[in-house]
C-alpha cells in the first residue's frame, strides 16, 4: 500500500458525504463503522428529543439521531429508503440517519474552512467548498458530548417520523432482524488492528469488497469519454476534478461478464482506486456497504485477483487483490 506523505493527508481529509433535505454534510471516513438502510428502532417513553431511537448493534444499545434537531431546522419525515451511518469515536458508537448518502470524497486541505467561534456544542465546526457546492462537516465528538444532554423539541412527535405503511414497516422489521443476527462483526475499540474495513459492491448478483485503504472516492455516477483503440476493459477515460482517469469495466476485467444486456454505463457508479501510485476508476454495478470484518473471519490470501474471502450473514464475499490487478502487464499499458 502506499505510504507517503500525501496519501496520508489525503486518508485524513476523506469524507463520506450525504443529504439531508437540500444540505449536503460529511463525517470522516476513519469514524465510519457502517452505512445501512433505515431499520425499525426501538422507541422507549422516556427518550430526549434529540435521540429518534434505539438500535441494538453487535451487542451495543446505541443511540440513534438526527442531527438536525442540533441544528435547529425542520425535521421532515423519514422513509424506508433512508439511510443509517454508524460512526464512532473513541469511546462511542451511535447512529446518524440520512437521506441519502452521496459517496466517499477526498477533501483537499485548501478548500476546508474552518467556522470561527465554535464550542463543544457545536456540531459542525468546518465547512468544504468546491465550486457553488458548499458541505458542512460534521464533528462527530461535539456529538459525543452533546448525546450526554436532553435537547428540548416542542411539538416534535418522533414515532410520527417513521413510515407506517405495512410494506415498509415490515421492510424495516427485517432489516432490523438482520443486524440482530449479525455475529462476524466485533465492534469494540481494543484490537482493531484485527479487523479490515472493506467496502462492498455488486458485480451482476455477486458481492465483492476492496479493503478501504485502497478507495480514493466513490462516486454513484460520472461521465465517461471513450478513446479508440483501447482493449475492450476500457470504458474510457473521465475528468476527475481535472485529473483523466482510465475507467476499467471490472467485469470484463475478470472475464465475469454474465449479462449480455446493454446497459448506460454513466449511470453506473464508480470506485476510484489507488494503489502503487496509479489511480485507476472501477466501473461497477452497484455500491453497497462499509463495514468491518474480522481477518480471522477471512480465507485465504492467494495470488489470483480473487484473494480472499468470507461469508457475513450466510452471504459469501470476495476481497478483490488490488495489488495484482494495478501490476497486471494490461493495466500498466493502458493507463495513460
Do not use: W
Not at 477526498?106 to 468546491?130: A, C, G, L, Q, W
Not at 465475469?256 to 453506473?268: C, G, L, P, R, S
Amino acid at each position: 500500500m502506499i505510504s507517503d506523505i500525501s496519501y496520508i493527508e489525503q486518508k485524513k481529509n476523506t469524507h463520506l458525504c450525504f443529504k439531508l433535505g437540500t444540505s449536503q454534510y460529511a463525517v470522516n471516513t476513519s469514524n465510519v463503522l457502517e452505512i445501512m438502510k433505515l431499520p425499525a428502532l426501538d422507541y422507549p417513553q422516556k427518550l430526549p428529543n434529540n435521540i429518534i431511537g434505539l438500535l441494538k448493534y453487535n451487542n451495543f444499545v446505541i443511540n440513534v439521531i438526527d442531527i438536525r434537531f442540533y441544528l435547529n431546522i425542520e425535521v421532515t419525515p423519514y422513509t424506508a429508503n433512508s439511510e443509517l451511518l454508524i460512526v464512532k469515536t473513541d469511546e462511542t458508537i451511535f447512529g446518524i440517519i440520512t437521506d441519502k448518502v452521496i459517496g466517499i470524497v477526498p477533501f483537499e486541505s485548501s478548500r476546508i474552512d474552518t467556522i470561527p467561534f465554535v464550542d463543544n456544542k457545536t456540531i459542525i465546526d468546518s465547512i468544504y467548498k468546491e465550486n457553488q457546492n458548499t458541505v458542512f462537516i460534521i464533528n462527530i465528538y461535539s456529538i459525543e458530548n452533546l448525546l450526554k444532554q436532553t435537547v428540548n423539541v416542542d411539538n416534535v412527535d418522533i414515532q410520527a417520523l417513521f413510515p407506517s405503511d405495512a410494506a415498509s414497516v415490515s421492510i424495516m422489521k427485517h432489516r432490523m432482524q438482520e443486524i440482530t443476527e449479525k455475529s462476524t462483526l466485533s465492534l469494540m475499540s481494543e484490537g482493531l488492528h484485527t479487523k479490515k474495513k472493506l467496502i462492498s459492491f455488486n458485480l451482476n448478483n455477486d458481492l465483492y469488497c476492496i479493503e478501504l485503504d485502497y478507495v480514493k472516492e466513490v462516486l454513484k455516477d460520472t461521465t465517461i469519454t471513450n478513446v479508440p483503440g483501447t482493449p475492450d476493459f476500457v470504458e474510457g477515460i473521465m475528468n476527475l476534478r481535472g485529473d483523466y482517469i482510465t475507467v476499467i469495466n471490472i467485469k470484463k476485467f475478470l472475464n465475469i461478464n454474465k449479462e449480455d444486456k446493454k446497459t448506460d454505463i454513466e449511470k453506473n457508479p464508480v470506485i476510484i482506486v489507488n494503489a502503487n501510485d496509479m489511480v485507476l476508476a472501477f466501473l461497477i454495478d452497484k455500491i453497497n456497504e462499509l463495514f468491518e470484518v474480522q481477518e480471522d473471519k477471512i480465507m485465504g490470501s492467494g495470488e489470483s485477483y480473487f484473494a480472499s474471502e468470507f461469508i457475513l450473514n450466510d452471504v459469501p464475499y470476495t476481497i478483490l487483490n488490488i495489488e495484482k490487478i494495478f501490476t497486471d502487464k494490461r493495466i500498466i499499458v493502458t493507463d495513460m
